[in-house]
């Protein structure tokens, strides 16, 4: 079965860090670019990051660049998301989802999906 | 950035209408990266639409989308109870990879 399964959130203080993971499985992982989406509470979906197959490209929101880092191990069939420097802002449910491509590498679309891990942050 | 509206808000129609859910780009997006999802509450979002009109696996054929430049549209045919749901697009042609607000389909 296909199936990406996030871990790592929790409740974390104003201005610490946590590093979510985004174990992959049923598939060749080492193939695909793979996003991070979250959705803070009640809101609707927003993206935050993406990195390529092998790593060697990454691309951010503006709202984490430089405080986030997106990462991944193909050996181990994961990726990672370091936050730091969090705020109330980056409350929300993180989910990874797995990027679609068609039509020599375009990106089309991510079609599976997490169940998503939450993070609040909160003295 | 391509900033994506999603108009109506909110759509209350009955099973078996058929509903019109628009997506407006603030600059234009290629055809090819333009993907339509459904959420329902306390689910993952679920691919329904890539490349603005192909179905993605395992979606029934009363989902359709259509649209290119700036105006894209999803189309439910008839609606089914089960399609009660928060729809969103999203544009993967530049980053950020950017979501609409979202459009709820609700029943009337």
């Known amino acids: 079965e296909v199936q990406l399964v996030e871990s790592g959130g929790g409740l974390v203080q104003p201005g610490g860090s946590l590093r979510l993971s985004c174990a992959a499985s049923g598939f060749t992982f080492s193939s695909y670019w793979i996003h991070w989406v979250r959705q803070a509470p009640g809101k609707g979906l927003v993206w935050v990051s993406h990195?390529?197959?092998?790593?060697?490209?990454?691309s951010y929101a503006d709202s984490v660049k430089g405080r986030f880092t997106i990462s991944r191990d193909n050996a181990k069939n994961t990726l990672y998301l370091q936050m730091s420097s969090v705020g109330a802002e980056d409350t929300a449910v993180y989910y990874c989802?797995?990027?679609?491509?068609?039509?020599?590498?375009?990106?089309?679309?991510?079609?599976?999906w997490g169940q998503g891990t939450t993070v609040t942050v909160s003295s | 950035e391509i900033v994506l509206t999603q108009s109506p808000g909110t759509l209350s129609l009955s099973p078996g209408e058929r509903a019109t859910l628009s997506c407006r780009a603030s600059q234009s997006v290629s055809s090819s990266n333009l993907a339509w999802y459904q959420q329902k509450p306390g689910q993952a979002p679920r691919l329904l639409i890539f490349?603005?009109?192909s179905r993605a696996t395992g979606i029934p054929d009363r989902f359709s989308g259509s649209g290119s430049g700036s105006d894209f549209t999803l189309t439910i045919s008839r609606l089914e109870p089960e399609d009660y749901a928060v729809y969103y697009c999203?544009?993967?042609?530049?980053?950020?990879?950017?979501f609409g607000q979202g459009t709820k389909v609700e029943i009337k």
């Open positions: 990195i390529n197959s092998d790593g060697s490209s990454t």
């Open positions: 999203q544009q993967l042609g530049s980053s950020p990879n950017s």
């Open positions: 989802a797995r990027g679609l491509s068609r039509w020599f590498g375009s990106l089309v679309g991510m079609d599976v």
């Open positions: 490349g603005a009109s």
